[in-house]
């Protein structure tokens, strides 16, 4: 009887460990620290009644890329099949943002899209891919030189997805000119051909006996990787202004996909522009995807931002065979009275099948390459910053070896105003796999500087979760922001922990969800046993 009790109560005091241990990140954070600057306060949603919807052009094919999450704004479409669907009925509303909203209101339906995607054999990069991979303009690059490349091979299998605004307040955007429909024939005429010189030179180098490029050949093919980002930046990804429209942040855009053929890599596009006025240090769109079908979020798609021109933003995301929702927020609105008014306005959404894994098993991840945010971060072409303490971004690291790892943090102050006196390190807690530690990172105002705490991780599916610790701020004097630009693993030594032990523990909701169960069922039954030990002790007095 005292045996059951012990075990009872081990039970119980298992369970509350269990209850309170450390969620590494994953629970909402309080906001803190000093007041936004004026730039920064405008960036918050505004939650107003409205409704609506629209059109997109929709659009499928298979490519091949080195990065993941990543801004990307300098490729050329050439679709293997293009379909255009149309979403909900007329009408006007007036939105908060200090203009009419007009455009679609949405009646809650939506037309489906069939779309073919391409599957295409695995392989090595390209020689135009390994040479310029470690950009991200050109990573956008060698994916549409793939797309063009083997857009008459591979097998076709049906895949469908809708573009469904009936959650969210979308509007119809009224159709436009961007620029001149012969100026954008001419020019991605140029890029075709620009693109075609690229790929002769890719058979020479596959002809040229294993010897690979010549200096020679890496000069010329960068300067026509220039050539193609001067043409992207003059007349972006469209000549006419057509799509959808929202004025406010956190609206709900679900891309439902159907008949995924294969589990696989498909990377994600989104084609935006703004739909009113900039204020001048709005650098990117943000848009938080999150897989519905899961809960789980995939990370974030990053558009580069303008009044008049078409970007492209893309993400690699990883969908199981069958159906698929995805929901893609926009989470950076930005208005001020009479001042601006950041709306993004999609023109484009495209699912492109990828064989490249490559950059999801690199021990690197840059601030685009997030998983999870818990609180206020604000994003640039290379990093992310928060200007408040106590703000968790997350990591994922799939198939991650088990072992000890330097968890190496490379960031910089942010902002005009000067460090506080004596202000030496910014303190980052490092949470991953039920176990953390603290990051102390040199401050500078002006280079980027590394810190590092050390993890023993069990390795699988991991997710580090880096949290700001110490802010200081006082108003006209200094300011503490800090700004990440990468995160990077360097495996040091083997585990010495037990995955039992880290599953249980760990940072996920469902692991928990699934150990409580499994101790409700426990304590079930030795409760069950102490009753029938009762009845026992009764019957033989």
């Not at 293009?82 to 200090?98: I, M």
């Not at 573009?163 to 000119?177: E, N």
Request: charged content about 25%; some cysteine; proline content about 2%.
């Amino acid at each position: 009887m005292r045996y059951i009790k012990g075990l009872l109560f081990a039970v119980l005091f298992t369970a509350a460990v269990i209850g309170c241990s450390g969620d590494s990140g994953s629970m909402m954070l309080a906001l803190g620290g000093p007041e936004a600057s004026p730039a920064d306060s405008a960036e918050q949603a505004l939650d107003v009644e409205a409704g609506d919807s629209s059109q997109v052009t929709a659009e499928s094919s298979s490519t091949e890329t080195d990065s993941a999450g990543i801004q990307e704004d300098l490729s050329t479409d050439y679709p293997t099949t293009k379909q255009t669907g149309t979403v909900g009925t007329a009408a006007t509303e007036t939105g908060d943002s200090g203009q009419e909203a007009s455009g679609s209101e949405s009646t809650g339906t939506v037309q489906e899209i069939t779309e073919t995607s391409e599957s295409v054999a695995s392989g090595e990069p390209s020689p135009a891919e390994t040479e310029i991979q470690n950009t991200e303009e050109a990573n956008d690059i060698a994916a549409d030189l793939e797309t063009k490349e083997e857009a008459a091979g591979g097998t076709q299998s049906l895949m469908t997805f809708t573009l469904d605004t009936s959650a969210g307040r979308w509007f119809q955007t009224p159709a436009g000119s961007v620029v001149s429909a012969a100026e954008y024939e001419s020019r991605m005429a140029q890029i075709a051909e620009y693109q075609n010189k690229i790929l002769e030179m890719e058979e020479k180098v596959t002809g040229n006996k294993g010897k690979g490029q010549t200096d020679e050949d890496r000069g010329v093919i960068a300067q026509l990787m220039e050539k193609i980002q001067k043409i992207r930046d003059e007349i972006g990804y469209g000549s006419g202004q057509n799509g959808i429209h929202t004025y406010w942040a956190n609206e709900n855009l679900y891309l439902r996909v159907r008949n995924v053929p294969e589990s696989s890599w498909y990377r994600l596009q989104v084609v935006a522009k703004n739909y009113g006025k900039l204020p001048e240090w709005y650098d990117y769109f943000n848009v938080n995807v999150i897989n519905d079908s899961t809960g789980n979020s995939v990370g974030g798609l990053f558009i580069r931002a303008s009044d008049d021109r078409y970007r492209r933003g893309s993400l690699l995301v990883f969908l199981e065979k069958g159906d698929t929702d995805l929901n893609l927020v926009w989470n950076n609105d930005a208005y001020e009275k009479d001042e601006y008014d950041a709306n993004i306005q999609i023109s484009k959404v495209s699912l492109r099948e990828t064989n490249s894994q490559r950059a999801m098993h690199k021990l690197v991840r840059r601030a685009h390459q997030y998983s999870e945010i818990q609180g206020r971060f604000f994003w640039d072409n290379n990093s992310v910053r928060t200007y408040w303490a106590d703000q968790s971004i997350g990591f994922n690291f799939p198939n991650l070896e088990s072992g000890k790892y330097r968890v190496i943090i490379t960031a910089k102050n942010y902002g005009d105003l000067p460090l506080p006196k004596g202000y030496s390190n910014f303190e980052v807690s490092v949470d991953a796999d039920g176990t953390s530690g603290v990051a102390n990172i040199k401050a500078s105002e002006r280079n980027w500087e590394r810190g590092y705490a050390v993890l023993d991780l069990t390795g699988g599916n991991t997710n580090i979760f880096l949290t700001w610790l110490n802010d200081s701020y006082r108003e006209g004097e200094y300011d503490a922001n800090i700004q990440i630009k990468n995160i990077r693993l360097q495996r040091i030594g083997n585990s010495e922990r037990s995955a039992l032990a880290a599953y249980l523990l760990g940072a996920t909701g469902r692991n928990k969800g699934i150990v409580a169960g499994a101790l409700i069922f426990i304590m079930m039954a030795i409760g069950a046993l102490v009753l029938l030990n009762r009845r026992r002790a009764r019957a033989q007095i």
